[in-house]
């Protein structure tokens, strides 16, 4: 008679099997991560290019011409006038910048102040003209006569003034100048009251940029 050992039923560990669940899932995720990462390290196409101006501003600058000569004459003092006396005096514009003017202004303004400069009717007047060429000089005293053409500049008014504007002027174009003569005139009609009087008249030009244009 043959004995058979009773058979017992084996029952798969429920903890293994989590585990081996839980080995997989990791598996997984770890390759899923190791896909992802490895879509950053693809080439991609790349292109650059660049370009670069300089950019600089101009210069408005006015200047007169030299003392001493024909060229700038304002500094010539003129004393013992009368009545009916003119005082003429030549001096050139000159546009040291690089940008054309849109204008150049005048003020003129006494540092030594008399009757001569105050009253406005019997007090000096002034004029300014300009030559298209150099101005001949003879003297002193000091006159001029032009061998070009001559233009009015400023005509006659009292000698102080503020902020006025000089026409017909070539040095607005930069690198221009102008041939300027100054004349001031001591009005016949000035009674005794001007006598032994003395003013001292400061010229100021003043040059103002053109306006603003494509560039």
Same mark, same amino acid.
């Given at each position: ?5 009773? $058979? ?6 429920? +903890? ?5 669940? +839980?080995? %997989?899932?990791?598996?997984?995720? %770890? ?13 991609? &196409?790349? /292109? /650059? !290019? #660049? ?5 600089? /501003? ?9 003392? *001493? ?23 050139? %514009?000159?546009? $040291?910048?690089?940008? =054309? ?8 303004? @006494? ?8 009253? @406005?009717? =019997? *007090?000096? $007047?002034?004029?300014?003209? +300009? ?6 000089? @003879? ?5 001029? !006569? ?5 233009? #009015? ?16 002027? #070539? ?14 005139? &001591?009005?016949?009609?000035?009674? =005794? /009251? &001007? $006598? =032994? ?7 100021? &030009? ?8 494509? +560039?």
């Amino acid at each position: 008679m043959l004995w058979r050992a009773p $058979q017992q039923s084996v029952r798969p560990d429920s +903890k293994s099997g989590t585990r081996g669940r +839980k080995l %997989l899932l990791t598996i997984a995720v %770890l390759g899923a991560t190791a896909s992802i990462a490895g879509l950053g390290t693809f080439a991609t &196409f790349t /292109s /650059s !290019t #660049s370009a670069s101006h300089t950019v600089a /501003s101009g210069t408005v600058t006015i200047a007169l011409g030299a003392t *001493g000569a024909s060229t700038n004459r304002l500094n010539v003092d003129a004393t013992a006038i009368a009545p009916g006396d003119t005082v003429q005096r030549s001096v050139d %514009l000159i546009d $040291q910048g690089t940008l =054309n003017l849109a204008s150049v202004t005048l003020t003129t303004t @006494a540092t030594a102040s008399s009757v001569l400069d105050t009253d @406005a009717t =019997n *007090g000096l $007047q002034m004029v300014i003209d +300009k030559c298209s060429q150099a101005w001949t000089e @003879a003297g002193p005293p000091y006159t001029y !006569t032009c061998g070009g053409s001559t233009s #009015s500049v400023l005509t006659s008014r009292a000698v102080i003034q503020t902020g006025v504007t000089l026409n017909n002027l #070539s040095a607005l174009t930069a690198g221009a100048t102008d041939h300027l003569r100054v004349t001031l005139t &001591f009005p016949s009609g000035a009674g =005794n /009251s &001007f $006598q =032994n009087k003395s003013s001292t008249i400061q010229y100021a &030009f003043t040059g103002t940029q053109r306006t603003g244009t494509d +560039k």
